[in-house]
């Protein structure tokens, strides 16, 4: 049986990116079902997938995984060819801990830029609070390339799931014209230029939903 994953509105959806992505750069194939975040009978379609009521939910036979960092857990013991985590521990420890690190945290961040991938690119003045995140994502993201990059484009060498956890906020830095580092902006080319991005940039392009409060330019509707 096919691993499906249940996903929320590309265009908005930063949780549901996550998994996604690991997965379409890993290779491994799946089935993705789509369900709008305003629709009205979201929580009811998605509860009954998974108490939580949110998305994104990993289906596998009888197995139910929700929460992004457990389904890409759950994907790297599942395929270990596909190297999610880093081969050596070291370098593994530290990538788990940056993942946890963006799954519970950066809520300025969050609020102040929330992810919207076919608005225009246009500068958004940061707060002190959003501003700290930035410096400390640039902090993770040069701290990892230099100790277990090995000269890649990515944070430890191959995309894994560290740059997973990290994707919805190369969009959100990318989206808000956020100002970073020569090191920081290769990285967000490196994640941009990835086929399975442009593949999401172009499904969220063509979603007809609009969500009010992830629109920062509200009334206005942006759309490249």
């Given at each position: 049986?096919?691993?499906?994953?249940?996903i929320?509105?590309?265009?908005?959806?930063?949780?549901?990116?996550?998994?996604?992505?690991a997965?379409?750069v890993?290779?491994?194939a799946?089935?993705?079902t789509?369900?709008?975040?305003?629709?009205?009978?979201?929580?009811?379609?998605?509860?009954?997938?998974?108490?939580?009521?949110?998305?994104?939910?990993?289906?596998?036979?009888?197995?139910?995984?929700?929460?992004?960092?457990?389904?890409?857990?759950?994907?790297?013991?599942?395929?270990?060819?596909?190297?999610?985590?880093?081969?050596?521990?070291?370098?593994?420890?530290?990538?788990?801990?940056?993942?946890?690190?963006?799954?519970?945290?950066?809520?300025?961040?969050r609020?102040?830029?929330?992810?919207?991938?076919?608005?225009?690119?246009?500068?958004?003045?940061?707060?002190?609070?959003?501003?700290?995140?930035?410096?400390?994502i640039?902090?993770?993201?040069?701290?990892?390339r230099?100790?277990?990059?090995?000269?890649?484009?990515?944070?430890?060498?191959?995309?894994?799931a560290?740059d997973?956890?990290?994707?919805?906020?190369?969009w959100?830095?990318?989206?808000?014209?956020?100002?970073?580092?020569?090191?920081?902006?290769?990285?967000?080319?490196?994640?941009?230029?990835?086929?399975?991005?442009r593949?999401?940039?172009?499904?969220a392009?063509?979603?007809?939903?609009?969500?009010p409060?992830?629109?920062?330019?509200?009334?206005?509707?942006?759309?490249?």
């Open positions: 049986m096919a691993l499906r994953l249940i929320g509105n590309k265009n908005y959806s930063s949780w549901s990116l996550r998994p996604w992505i997965m379409k890993a290779g491994l799946f089935e993705e789509v369900i709008p975040l305003d629709a009205a009978d979201f929580k009811a379609q998605v509860s009954a997938l998974s108490g939580a009521g949110k998305v994104p939910v990993l289906l596998d036979g009888e197995v139910r995984v929700w929460e992004s960092l457990a389904i890409l857990e759950y994907l790297a013991e599942k395929f270990p060819a596909a190297g999610l985590w880093p081969a050596q521990a070291r370098g593994r420890a530290h990538a788990r801990a940056a993942a946890a690190e963006m799954h519970c945290g950066f809520l300025p961040l609020r102040h830029l929330p992810m919207n991938v076919r608005r225009p690119v246009r500068p958004r003045p940061l707060d002190d609070a959003a501003r700290a995140d930035v410096a400390r640039e902090t993770i993201w040069n701290e990892s230099a100790q277990f990059g090995g000269g890649g484009a990515f944070l430890y060498g191959k995309f894994g560290a997973a956890m990290y994707a919805p906020v190369v959100r830095f990318h989206t808000y014209a956020v100002e970073v580092g020569a090191a920081s902006r290769a990285y967000m080319d490196a994640v941009l230029a990835l086929p399975a991005s593949e999401w940039r172009e499904a392009r063509g979603e007809p939903g609009v969500l409060h992830d629109e920062v330019d509200w009334p206005d509707v942006l759309r490249e």
